[in-house]
């Protein structure tokens, strides 16, 4: 009871940050009040809440904040999304409203997913083609040789390769403990090379995309679900050296490595040129101090990719500093909610599918947040439910919609 209370309080609580936000948008629009900010607002509210309504009221037993976080994530992404570019927040909105559908999609049509552990060849078949489609196929966007136009609809190959992935490491993994009994290490060795092929491919296939960031995202999914299957450290350090060598040789064979590099360790040198993003985003961020200079007040717009890549900087110049911090939290929360899943999870392959997802969707904040305020060098994916981006919006409900249920067929969080 005490939990349907607080789920109700952060549900007004949504509602009340929708209102504020979109409401904020009537009174700032040019020359006159936007009613069509009102009419948005209004779409989103009774989007999520018809989403918690299905979800409480038949499935009543999974994680119900894993929804309720991604909602309020959504909600920030296309409020600061409207007042960028209102189309986009249009197209934005359409994509929110297909991922909740997905979401809600899953939970209600996908019989118990331990079933789906005996298909490992056929994920690895789709990892495989996936990762290779921007090679062979793909043009160039910002850099990157990652994106694929099919009947004037373009998508990027390696977010629906990310789902793949993990649900071939889990299936390749699930096993492990059991199948390792009475055996040498030397033989439970042998049985991680496949995978470590499999993603050592994926991995190049990223490096010639000029893809950095999936790089980086695939080798933390990976990492973490061998350390989750294993339980072995030894692995954790030998993949981090091979990580290491192959991050070497890739800086000596490809010049868009070394210029990464060479951004990050000094972004001012370049800023008239390969740094200008970078550059541009630390303005931004630093203009806004801790409170921001108010919604439709700065200058986000010089910030280049701001819709997508640099959405975080946007928020922190115009929201404040503040904010950006908050939305770190409402992800360190919806990854906690995530990581208690697997607790719960009656069998291997489903307690290593929902680490691989939430570790997807914790890494992928890490990298782009990382690269925004320059941390690391600059990668060019999107943070998840706030950046613009059909294809990641859509994954990254369905990857949600799969924890919630697995969080169903497991235990209740009453």
Known sequence: MESIKEEKKLLRYTYLLC??????????????????????????????????FIIRRFFPDGDK???????????IGMGILYRLDSPTALKQLIYYTIGIAVFIL??????SLSKFG??????????????????????????AKNWISIGGFSFQPTEFAKLSLVAYLAAALQSYGKDSLGKSEKMKFKALLEPGIVVMISLGFMVIQKDLGSALLFFAIAVTMLYIATSNFKYILLCLA???????????????VRLRVMIWGDPWKYGHNEGLQIVQSLISIASGGLFG??????????????????????????????????ILILFFLLFYRCMRVPIYSKDNFTRL?????????????LVIVGGVVGAIPLTGITLPLVSAGGSSMIITFFSLGIIQKISEDGRSYE
């Not at 060598?245 to 890739?250: A, D, L, Y």
């Open 293 to 326: 200079t108010g919604l439709g007040l700065g200058y986000p717009n010089m910030v280049p990719v701001v819709k997508s890549d640099f959405i975080f900087s946007a928020i922190c110049e115009e929201m404040g500093l503040l904010t950006g911090l908050a």
């Open 118 to 143: 005996k298909y490992k060849y056929v994920y690895l078949v789709c990892t495989l083609l996936l990762m290779s489609m921007g090679t062979f196929f793909g043009k160039e966007v910002y850099g």
């Open 19 to 52: 209102i504020v936000l979109f409401g904020n948008m009537f009174f700032i629009g040019k020359g006159s009040f936007d009613k069509g900010a009102i009419i948005m607002g209004a779409i989103i509210c009774l989007i999520f809440m018809y989403s918690h």
């Open 106 to 111: 899953v939970v209600v049509l996908f019989p």
């Open 65 to 75: 904040y894993i929804l309720l976080f991604s909602n309020v994530l959504a909600v």
């Open 242 to 256: 091979l990580f290491m060598i192959g991050g070497f040789i890739s800086y000596k064979l490809f010049g868009h």
């Open 353 to 365: 599918l929902a680490v691989g997802y939430s570790t997807m969707i914790a890494a992928q904040v």
